[in-house]
């Protein structure tokens, strides 16, 4: 059985060949760092941005009730700017904050009960316009 030889790999680090250019290895770094760089730069301008609301029953149901709007065709969509009507959507999401209203029955305070009893209102009834 012969016996195995250990020993050790020399790699050459240098940015640059004996002619003086940019070694290929150290382009697909650079071209790599400015990727990385490039995907950081998104996250900056989230951190940038307007600070969300506060986490309250409230901003629940006004969340809920933009969808609603949005599926309404009431408002544009923020993405495309285009107004779309989805009747089956604005259905479902007016009838989960009915479900939420049933839920929460005793259990909230008085602001908080009108402005879920408004938001309903308001949006059954332009449902009903829009199904017409």
Known sequence: MA???????????????????LKEEKKKEDAAKERKQESR?????????????EVNFNSLIFSLSSSALLHLGEIADPQTGQKKKDLALAKHTIDTIAM?????RGNLDEEEKRFLASILTDLRLRFVKAAK
Request: without cysteine; glycine residues 6%; charged residues 55%.
């Open 3 to 21: 016996e195995e030889e250990k020993g050790f790999v020399i790699k050459d680090r240098r940015s640059f060949d004996e002619k003086g250019e």
């Open 41 to 53: 730069e998104p996250q900056k301008e989230e951190r940038q941005r307007a600070p969300l609301p």
């Open 100 to 104: 939420l209203e049933e839920k929460t």
